[in-house]
């Protein structure tokens, strides 16, 4: 689809319309949309559809479907650096969420002595705009047709999610809620999670509730039984992964349920019909999208025999942290809870058969891992990081492999003192952000 161009905050209200302006209290001068009761203010939920560019990276695993798969046309011909700009925050403790939507890189940042949201220049790095964020340890953002979706509390007031033009980062709505859960988009509504629905310590059930992205105006609220830890949105169903209680399909135009699977999960990415499911210990199912039935399921197995070292330490069996999916392929790091390296794999999306596995000779090491993998077009893109004992550390190195093989063609290394974050991409530009800086190749 289509990106809408980004809005103004003048032109946003505009649309919104007289009654949003003029009804309700403000939070340091803005409207709350919690303030008034839809009912009672006169407002209605009429979403219309919040676009977003294939060619972007709205969502933090790319989509709605959370498939961590961008076109080839997202990412660059060549891995020639443009531009680099240092993070305008003090200390970097952690980098919550990037997102790129519209020429603009969103960051929200965890930083000492303020966190931060950030707005910059795709194609230059300036930073545009900035907001101060109390605590964004559980924050997340997402963006569509202009507008930056944030969860993360704002300073002096009790708002907690913020709707955001990402023109200016001006404030276009607020709510109190705060879920843990990212949220999504669906049909023009914004998809928020709240796990106490009653505000009890209630964690037999959620809530899930739909907003109008544009208005912050309430379209409905279901309850149902679990404890979500993701959400994703694919042909026309909702679907949210539970431990204990399946993974579930709702409907996004009234939260209906639709179905129930059998068996939980913690993280799903939707694509071609297919749920992919990882639960932690070693689990991994794809179901059917249609009807939650199980396709295929497949279990790790320990490095160590029994899953127990030596010294009598047991460890779980390694777990399936999946970046990507293809119409050919599930891509994940191996995350191996023990002194093993973790590895990336690449198992067949129809069957669950390992395609290919990339990683060091399975022996005890200080440390080895990676990053969650991205796939842009045909490529795999991996932060690799390595500790050794008694020798200076390798420097982290972005790998670029082939998909289809797992082939490395190509890598990026860093300075040693600094961490890589996961890379993402948009209009022809791979954004590689560290605990540093943002750094940018075409």
Request: glycine share 10%; aromatic share 8%.
């Amino acid at each position: 689809m289509a990106d809408v161009p980004s809005i103004s905050r003048r032109k946003a209200l505009a649309a919104v319309g007289a009654t949003t302006i003029g009804s309700g209290s403000y939070v340091a001068g803005i409207r709350s949309a919690d303030s008034v009761p839809d009912r009672l203010a006169g407002r209605d939920c009429a979403p219309s559809p919040l676009a977003t560019n294939p060619a972007d990276w709205p969502f933090p695993r790319h989509d709605r479907a959370n498939t961590g798969h961008a076109p080839a046309r997202a990412g660059p011909d060549q891995l020639e650096r443009t531009w680099e700009q240092e993070w305008p925050v003090g200390h970097l403790s952690e980098l919550k969420s990037l997102v790129v939507a519209g020429g603009i890189v969103v960051a929200l940042l965890v930083a000492d002595p303020e966190s931060m949201l950030v707005g910059l220049s795709l194609a230059e790095g300036r930073v545009l705009w900035r907001r101060s964020a109390r605590d964004a340890s559980y924050g997340r953002v997402c963006a569509a047709s202009g507008v930056a979706f944030v969860e993360g509390e704002i300073p002096n007031s009790s708002a907690q999610f913020t709707a955001r033009s990402l023109s200016d980062g001006a404030t276009l709505w607020t709510k109190s809620f705060s879920s843990q859960v990212p949220q999504t988009l669906a049909g023009g509504r914004l998809l928020t999670v709240d796990r106490s629905p009653d505000r009890t310590r209630d964690d037999a059930h959620f809530s899930v509730t739909a907003y109008d992205g544009r208005t912050g105006v309430k379209c409905w609220r279901t309850i149902h039984e679990g404890r979500p830890r993701d959400i994703a949105v694919a042909d026309g169903r909702v679907i949210l992964p539970m431990r204990d209680y399946g993974v579930l399909s709702l409907s996004p135009a009234s939260g209906d349920q639709q179905w129930r699977s059998d068996a939980g999960g913690d993280t799903v990415a939707v694509i071609d019909g297919q749920v992919i499911s990882q639960r932690f210990p070693g689990e991994m199912r794809a179901l059917s999208l249609s009807d939650g039935s199980t396709n295929w399921h497949v279990q790790s197995e320990h490095f160590l025999e029994d899953g127990t070292s030596a010294g009598g330490t047991q460890y779980a069996r390694p777990g399936f942290e999946v970046g990507a999916v293809t119409s050919e392929a599930v891509i994940y790091m191996l995350e191996v809870y023990s002194d093993y390296p973790r590895r990336l794999q690449a198992r067949d999306i129809e069957t669950g058969e390992l395609l290919w596995d990339v990683g060091p000779e399975p022996t005890p090491v200080k440390f080895h891992g990676y990053s969650r993998p991205v796939v842009v077009g045909e490529d795999v893109f991996a932060v690799r990081y390595a500790r050794r004992e008694g020798n200076m550390n390798p420097p982290d190195a972005l790998l670029q492999l082939d998909a289809a093989s797992g082939t490395e063609l190509n890598r990026i290394t860093f300075s040693a003192d600094e961490r890589v974050y996961s890379p993402v991409v948009a209009d022809n530009t791979l954004i590689v952000p560290t605990e540093e800086r943002l750094l940018t190749y075409m």
